[in-house]
Structures are given as structure tokens and as C-alpha cells.
């Protein structure tokens, strides 16, 4: 079975400065999907980024962007110029590509907070 | 563009009593998946409906049931409620088809059980 884990609960940033949130994955599958999603104390998970592992380009988002090191099995996220509202418990997620198979499997959650 | 819509946004029930709640997709989304987070963790999947047919379960007990409804919106349904069974109850929407862009959640209900 797939596992995602975080194992940073909680990091720190001064605004303006650039952040690093780290995951790691556990799959034999060669094709899957990875995400970042954005939980704000609002509630809604709201989509950062999203990469397919067949693709070697790291994907970007305007400001944030991912390191996929997919022998590695990790998948990190970079905030540059990090804001105020960046502030939130951020997860990474996979999700197989089996015929058949539509569940996320979530890791336990960064929570990130941003300095002014 | 209304995004996905839950209801009611909080609860509090009793031990053994039943609850529903409600979710309706995104426009233009077919697809919709529940999942409960327990607080300090990450969401755990509950299932997923297609076509008005559950088309995923995980690993939750048969107290957990679900509909889906011609028009997409979906209800999940739990009896029995357990102190356990507290959590916010997330639903997801997407597009049908091969690749998957990412959900849209909703805000979440919190169910207390007391």
C-alpha cells in the first residue's frame, strides 16, 4: 500500500524570505499523481500544485514550485517571496493512476507559519 | 462560479444517533469523493461517486454510506454515530474523464459527537 509522509509538523518563515516543505512517498507504481494542498484555518483545501510522475519537468505555480525526485520518491515544495497568507497547514497527497483507483492518500500536514 | 457547497457547516449529535450530510459539486464536476479529517490529521478517503454509484470505498465501516443524486450533489450518511466518528467531513469535487487536475473541496461540516 502507497504512503505519504511529512515529517516536518511545523516550519517557520520570515516574510519575503523562501521556505521549503518536504514529503516523501512509498509506491511501486511507475505512474501516479502528486499534490500540494493549501488548508487555511478557513477549512477548504484549496490546490497548490499539481505533478504527473511520468513528466521530469517540476512543476511551477507562480510562486511555488515542487523538486520531484521520483527515485528518490520525494516530492517538495518551495514558496518563494512567502506572504502572510501563506500562512496554513499545507498537504501533499498521492494518487495512484491503477484502473480503478481514484482515492488521495494524504500525509499528516506541515503547518507553516509566516513572520512579518 | 459557485464552488463545492456543504451543509450544514457544523453539528452536534449524540452517541448512536444517526447524521447526513450534504454536498453539492462544482458546475461542470460529476464526480464526487467524502473524506474525513480527524483533527490534528491529514483527510482519510471515505468513498467516491460516479454515475450515482459508489465506484471507491476505503477503509471505513458499513455505518458510513453515501448517495449521489441525478444532479450530482450527494449526501453521506452515518449511523450509529461513535465519539470516534468526530471530525470535519470534507467533500471533494471533480470532473469526470482520464487525468485528474486536482479536487475542489468544500469547507467541511464538523461533526461533534458528544
Known amino acids: 500500500a502507497q504512503t505519504v509522509t511529512q515529517s516536518q509538523p511545523e516550519m517557520s518563515v520570515q516574510e519575503a524570505e523562501t521556505v521549503t516543505l518536504s514529503c516523501t512517498y512509498d509506491?511501486?507504481?511507475?505512474?501516479?499523481?502528486l499534490f500540494w494542498y493549501k488548508q487555511p484555518p478557513s477549512r477548504q483545501m484549496i490546490l497548490v500544485i499539481r505533478q504527473e510522475a511520468y513528466k521530469q519537468q517540476n512543476a511551477t505555480e507562480n510562486r511555488f514550485s515542487v523538486n520531484f525526485q521520483k527515485a528518490a520518491k520525494s516530492f517538495s515544495l518551495k514558496i518563494s517571496d512567502s506572504q502572510l497568507g501563506d500562512a496554513a497547514m499545507y498537504f501533499c497527497?498521492?494518487?495512484?493512476?491503477?484502473?480503478?483507483?481514484?482515492?488521495?492518500?494524504f500525509g499528516t500536514g506541515t503547518r507553516l507559519k509566516v513572520l512579518a | 462560479d459557485a464552488g463545492v457547497t456543504q451543509s450544514p457547516t457544523h453539528l452536534i449529535k449524540t452517541r448512536g444517533q444517526q447524521v447526513t450530510l450534504r454536498c453539492s459539486p462544482k458546475s461542470g464536476h460529476d464526480t464526487v469523493s467524502w473524506y474525513q479529517q480527524a483533527l490534528g490529521q491529514g483527510p482519510q478517503f471515505i468513498f467516491q461517486y460516479y454515475e450515482e454509484e459508489e465506484r471507491q470505498r476505503g477503509n471505513f465501516p458499513d455505518r458510513f454510506s453515501g448517495h449521489q443524486f441525478p444532479n450530482y450533489s450527494s449526501e453521506l450518511n452515518v449511523n450509529a454515530l461513535l465519539l470516534g466518528d468526530s471530525a470535519l467531513y470534507l467533500c471533494a469535487s471533480s470532473p469526470g474523464g482520464s487525468w485528474d487536475y486536482g479536487y475542489t473541496f468544500g469547507s467541511g461540516t464538523r461533526l461533534t459527537v458528544v
Open positions: 509506491t511501486s507504481e511507475s505512474d501516479y499523481y
Open positions: 497527497a498521492y494518487r495512484s493512476t491503477t484502473s480503478g483507483t481514484y482515492k488521495y492518500i
